[in-house]
C-alpha cells in the first residue's frame, strides 16, 4: 500500500472529511517528512502507519467535532513539523492558516512541504508564543489558536490566550495527563480572558490512545501583562 492510499484508508476509517485533492497533498507531507526525518530530527521516527494517525489523523479528527467550522484565520503556536497546523491547512484550503515556531529549520521543512504541495494559505512565522503574543500583528487577531503536544494546560493557555480575539477560541489537544491539568489551566484561562469547555474525546479507530480537544473560549480581552516575557509562562506558570 502506497502512502497515499494508506491515508485515504485510515482517513476514511476514521469518518474524517477529506477531498481526494487533499489526500493527495497529505500524502506528500508525509513523504517528506520522513525524507527530512532521515536527516533532521523534527519528529519521532515512526512506521508510515503509526504516522499517519499520530499526526495525520490525529490532527484532522478536529473536523468532526465543529470545532473550525466558522473559523476563517487559524494560528498553530509551536507547530512543529506543521501538526496539527498544516495537516489541517491542506485539508480547509479556505481558511487562512500562520504556523508559529521558535526553531527556523521546522519552518523550511515547512516551507518545503507548501512548494510541493502548493498551498497557498499558510504564512510561517519565526517567533517565540510569548513574543508573537505581544506582537500587534498577531494579537488578537485569530478566530482560533491551536497546540498539540507543546506544555501544560497552564502554560499553553498563555501561550494561546494572546493571540485569539473576543469570541473566538483556543483549541488544545491533550492525552492522559488532561486529567492532572485541568484545574490549574481552567484557573490560568480565567485569568487571561478565557473560559474552559469540557474536552471532547477524539478516538482513533484501531487504537487505544486517550487523545481529546479541551476547548478554551475567549470571552474578554486578554490582560496586557500577558504573556510574559519569554521563558516566564514555563518557569512560573499561572494557575498553581
Not at 43 to 65: C, N
Not at 92 to 102: A, G, N
Not at 123 to 131: I, M, P, S
Request: aromatic content about 6%; hydrophobic content about 40%; overall charge neutral.
Amino acid at each position: 500500500m502506497n502512502t497515499k492510499e494508506l491515508l485515504e484508508t485510515r482517513l476514511r476509517e476514521n469518518e474524517i472529511p477529506v477531498s481526494a485533492a487533499a489526500a493527495e497533498k497529505l500524502a506528500a507531507y508525509l513523504d517528506l517528512l520522513e525524507a527530512w526525518n532521515s536527516r533532521m530530527d523534527l519528529t519521532a521516527v515512526l512506521s508510515p502507519e503509526e504516522a499517519a494517525d499520530r499526526h495525520f489523523v490525529d490532527s484532522l479528527l478536529v473536523l468532526k467535532t465543529g470545532l473550525l467550522a466558522s473559523a476563517e484565520t487559524v494560528i498553530d503556536v509551536g507547530t512543529g513539523a506543521g501538526f496539527p497546523g498544516l495537516a489541517l491547512a491542506l485539508a480547509c484550503p479556505e481558511k487562512r492558516f500562520t504556523l508559529l515556531d521558535s526553531l527556523r529549520k521546522r519552518l523550511d521543512f515547512l516551507r518545503a512541504v507548501c512548494e510541493e504541495t502548493g498551498a497557498q494559505n499558510v504564512t510561517l512565522v519565526h517567533l517565540r508564543a510569548e513574543d508573537g503574543g505581544r506582537d500587534p500583528r498577531f494579537r488578537e487577531k485569530f478566530d482560533v489558536a491551536l497546540a498539540r503536544a507543546v506544555a501544560p494546560l497552564n502554560v499553553l493557555c498563555e501561550y494561546l490566550l494572546p493571540f485569539v480575539r473576543p469570541g473566538g477560541k483556543v483549541l488544545c489537544w491533550k492525552g492522559p495527563a488532561l486529567a492532572e491539568e485541568l484545574e490549574a489551566g481552567r484557573r490560568a484561562a480565567h485569568l487571561l480572558g478565557g473560559r474552559a469547555e469540557p474536552p471532547v474525546s477524539c478516538p482513533i479507530s484501531g487504537r487505544d490512545w486517550d487523545h481529546r480537544i479541551l476547548p478554551v473560549l475567549k470571552v474578554q480581552p486578554c490582560p496586557k501583562a500577558y504573556p510574559r516575557k519569554a521563558g516566564t509562562p514555563k518557569t512560573r506558570p499561572l494557575g498553581l
